[in-house]
């Protein structure tokens, strides 16, 4: 998060740096990782897993509302961008960069960690299953 937040001084450097948004930046690098990881341990062989890694990150991008807006997105986008790690994270970084607005911490980082949470659920689904295939 360091690094990327590194980054980001230096692609934008009228960029504010504070603290909300270093928690952003660290909730979205720990919720991209645990993806990751989850779609690793759901795949039987490193190929697969990098093979679904572009089907399950593009999509994140695209209903991200960042590419297209929520008021332009069909019905059925909407509501498959509910449950994409991206959305929380492009609206906490909206919010706090472009509109210049406070955070309060517990509202807004709920539907973040919802999802942060049902990954780690499948990460250890995941592992089970794998170990569970190695025994047999």
Same mark, same amino acid.
């Given at each position: !998060?360091?690094? +990327? ?10 960029? $504010?740096?504070?603290? !909300? ?9 720990? !919720? ?17 897993? /990098?093979?679904? *890694?572009?089907?399950?990150?593009? $999509? ?29 994270? +492009?609206?906490?970084? &909206? &919010? ?6 406070? *955070? ?10 919802? *999802?942060?949470?049902?990954? /780690? ?16």
């Amino acid at each position: !998060a360091a690094i +990327f937040i590194g980054s980001m001084r230096l692609f934008f450097p009228s960029l $504010p740096i504070t603290g !909300a948004l270093f928690s952003i930046v660290t909730a979205a690098c720990v !919720a991209g990782a645990t993806m990751g990881l989850c779609i690793s341990s759901l795949c039987a062989t490193v190929g697969r897993a /990098i093979s679904w *890694l572009p089907v399950i990150f593009i $999509p994140q991008l695209m209903l991200s509302g960042m590419v297209i807006p929520f008021d332009r997105m069909p019905a059925a986008g909407a509501w498959l961008s509910r449950a994409t790690i991206a959305r929380p994270v +492009f609206s906490l970084l &909206k &919010k706090t960069a472009v509109l210049e607005q406070a *955070l309060s911490m517990p509202g807004d980082f709920l539907p973040l960690f919802y *999802l942060w949470s049902g990954l /780690i659920i499948l990460l250890f689904a995941g592992i089970f299953l794998h170990r569970r295939a190695l025994r047999e």
